[in-house]
Structures are given as C-alpha cells and as structure tokens.
C-alpha cells in the first residue's frame, strides 16, 4: 500500500516542463521493433486502428458474439480465505432466458447443419430410451467428439461445463470491462500469484514494482537479467501475461467512473490513473516495457486469427444462433476479418518456439501449456464478478489462439465434412473468447492513440 500511496504523490508533485513531456515519459519507448520480432510498433498501430479495430468491433457487437457462456460461481482451486466483493460495480447481470437467442440456447456445439441435425437425431434416441441403431459407429464416435469438444489435453487453458446449471449467459455489451473499485491486497494477490508462481520465475528473483515483497533496494535489472536469459519461450510467456495486464490495465483507465450523482454517471478517459500504470518516471521505468508487451500480445493472437482462417472457411460452419439471414451475413463479416488479419505482412513466427531437440521441445510446450491453465483456474479466485468475468473470457480468449498456434498440422489435416472425427475442433466458449479477447486487445491499442493525444494536451 506505501508504495502505491508514494506513487500518487508523486504523480501530483512532478512538474513538467513542456506540455509534450508527460506523453513522452509513458510512451518514450512505446515505438520501433519489437524485441523477438520482425515488426514494428508503428506499422501494428497503423494496421490495428484503420484495417482490424472497425470490422471487429462491427463482429462482437453480433448475437453469436456478445453473448458468453460462463459460470462464476465456481470455487476458488488455491487458497480458503475468499470472499465476494460487495462494491456495486463488480455485479454482473446474466441474461434472462428471453434475451439468449433460440439458436445458441438449443445447442453449444451446432456448427454445421450435419453435425445439429446428427445430434438432434441422437437426442430424440435418448429421450425415448431406444436403442441407438439408426447412426452408424463412425457417426456416433463423431457426435461424442462434438459434445465433449476436444482433447482436453489439447487446450491451453479451462473451459467452464456449459451444461452446468451454475453457467449463465452473459451479455458482453451490458457488462462492459471497466473500473470498478476492486483493487489492493486482493487484486494484488492474484496477480502476484500469476507472476510469483505461474511464470517460470525463481524465487529468488525479485520482480520490480511487487508491492508485496520488498525489492530490498533492486532496480529491477536483476529481474531483466534473469528474464533475458530465458529461452525464448519462457520469456514469451511472460511477455504474454505482462501484455495482457497491461492491456487490462488500459482499459480500466480508458473506462473509468469519473463523476456520479443522482442524474447519470460518467465513465471516460482517467488520464491519472493511465499515467499511474505507465509513466516512466512514476513506474521507475516499468510502464513503458509493459506497453511494449502488448503489442507481442497482439502479434500472437492476430496470427492465430491468420491460420485459423481455413476452419472457419469450410462451407459446412456456420455462427449459428437460428436466424440464417444474420448468421450468413456474420459468416461474411468473420471471413473478411479474417482475410485482413492474414494479409497482415509482418506476423510473428511461432516455428522458432519449441523447435529444437524434439523431446525438451515437447516437455517444454507441455509445462507451458499446464503453466497456462493453471493461470485460467485463478481466474476463478478473483473476488470482482466483473472481473473476474472479463479475466476468465480474455485468458480463455489467449489459450485458444496458443492452441490454434501449435495445432497447424491438425488444421491442415482438416476434413471439409463434419460428419466424421475431425482433426481440430473449436467449442463455441471458444471462438467467442477468442475473438472478445482479441477485440479487448485491439480496443487498448485503439486508446493508445486515445492517451496519447490527451497527455500531450497535459498542463501540469
């Protein structure tokens, strides 16, 4: 708590000198390549907010996409002493039946007209106690792929029991990712057990700006000596965690509760609270690595959006929620996006993660995928129900794009026929984490250009 007490006075006492400066502080090395990359942050900037940003966010305002299945009621898996928190803006309303449309309340898993009409007929057998002879062994092999998904071992992070009565639907554009007030020892605890725990990192190994374990007087560069000599795919790892705080982070200054009275509330841009998280000066130079992370962020998921284009293009898919016209005109908007993302000329190359010797490149991708999921399950030890909704849907989101990243020969292999085992599967928990956790991650890149022109403007 001194420490971020020391920091808000801080951020009232420095003065400035001219009125660019305090942009420059959070944004000073917000620019050029990215480290293990071929790209830059000016030409994602550029893409992001004329190509991406517009045609996704047209996308995830559709029925298939606001409405996410989830359950946030499951216990927390690592420590007893968890409470609810009891501030007003950390509810979530779920959807009354009448708001879920019929086509996705029916079945999670009908992506193609085969494989609901097959599940439809296997239901009618069940319903009526019958022997089931009328599918053949091929069929009914397929049918229980579709209704447990995939191989659990293939994900990368937990997905909730849709059949579960505790898992409701939610409705993304009513319960908007902003600032609710959850924050301190609580809020600090899940992510330092993220970080402290679920990043490859030794104990011994101090990490700046922790403000539950003293520094002891390190600038830090302990920590990004140690981070620096990783392999290249523990050091991604922590990169994708730190970008995905930051781009959290972003979002909860971008929507912040700025005044509230009888007559309206006013949520908007907090420009403290940004340069809290990312000034130079004001993070002893930790906010503006963490900006950078982002943009990694984003270069991971925008791949796994490029190669999983062929999934989506098979004739027999569909974003179905019962209303074809709609469902047709969203498939068109899903593959145009997705044509864009692939067109994107300089994507990260995931062949130099876990390549190598083929037995430590296999248990390394597996410690990197157990690491991962256990972070998904600590999503469900946050106390916010806002929050923790969001966290849960953007981890969610980030494991599928990992999974579809190192699932290339499984994409290729597949079939075009949904009538038997495919190859690579996709739950509809899935691709619309996925896609959300994508449109959060653009959003914040998108309000970069937002704060930045505010700082500028900046008179202190």
């Given at each position: ?99 879920v449309p019929e086509g996705l309340k029916s079945s999670s898993y009908k992506y193609s007209e085969e494989a609901s ?43 909730d029991d849709e059949d579960s009565p505790e898992s409701k639907y939610v409705d993304l554009l009513l319960n908007p ?284």
């Amino acid at each position: 708590m001194k420490s971020f007490i020391l920091l808000a006075v801080l951020l009232t006492s420095v003065h400035v000198t001219t009125a660019g400066s305090a942009a420059h502080r959070c944004f000073c090395q917000v620019t050029g390549t990215l480290d293990d990359c071929a790209c830059d942050v000016e030409t994602i900037d550029s893409f992001n907010n004329k190509e991406i940003f517009p045609k996704l966010q047209k996308l995830l305002s559709s029925d298939y996409f606001r409405f996410y299945q989830v359950n946030l009621n499951n216990p927390c898996p690592f420590w007893t002493d968890h409470s609810q928190c009891g501030l007003k803006y950390c509810a979530v309303k779920p959807c009354t039946p009448g708001e879920v449309p019929e086509g996705l309340k029916s079945s999670s898993y009908k992506y193609s007209e085969e494989a609901s009409q097959d599940l439809e007929k296997c239901e009618k057998v069940e319903k009526l106690g019958a022997v089931n002879s009328s599918l053949s062994d091929e069929t009914l092999q397929a049918l229980q792929e579709w209704k447990k998904h995939d191989d659990e071992s293939d994900r990368f992070c937990m997905l909730d029991d849709e059949d579960s009565p505790e898992s409701k639907y939610v409705d993304l554009l009513l319960n908007p990712e902003r600032f609710t007030g959850y924050k301190g020892p609580e809020a600090w605890r899940i992510w330092n057990s993220i970080y402290e725990e679920n990043c490859f990192k030794p104990y011994s190994v101090k990490r700046p700006l922790n403000p539950l374990v003293s520094n002891s007087g390190d600038d830090g560069q302990g920590f990004y000596r140690w981070l620096e000599g990783l392999c290249v795919e523990k050091r991604a790892f922590f990169r994708l965690i730190s970008g995905l705080h930051c781009s959290i982070n972003i979002h909860l200054s971008a929507r912040y509760l700025l005044n509230e009275n009888w007559f309206e509330m006013k949520w908007g841009h907090n420009v403290s609270e940004f340069q809290l998280r990312f000034d130079e000066e004001l993070t002893e130079g930790e906010g503006p690595k963490r900006l950078r992370n982002l943009y990694f962020l984003y270069l991971i998921e925008l791949r796994a959006l490029a190669k999983i284009l062929p999934y989506f293009e098979r004739s027999t898919f569909h974003l179905y929620t019962g209303q074809p016209t709609q469902d047709n005109e969203n498939k068109k908007l899903l593959l145009e996006l997705l044509h864009v993302a692939k067109s994107f000329p300089l994507h990260f190359d995931e062949t130099a993660l876990f390549a190598g010797n083929k037995k430590e490149a296999m248990k390394l991708k597996e410690d990197f995928k157990l690491t991962f999921k256990n972070i998904s399950r600590i999503m469900d030890c946050v106390e916010c129900f806002k929050c923790r909704l969001w966290g849960k849907l953007q981890t969610q989101g980030l494991g599928t794009a990992l999974k579809i990243l190192f699932s290339e020969r499984q994409i290729e292999a597949m079939p075009n026929t949904s009538n038997t085992n495919p190859s690579f599967q996709l739950s509809r928990q899935e691709i619309v984490s996925l896609f959300n956790a994508f449109g959060r991650i653009s959003t914040s890149v998108r309000e970069l250009k937002n704060f930045r022109s505010l700082l500028s403007k900046l008179k202190q």
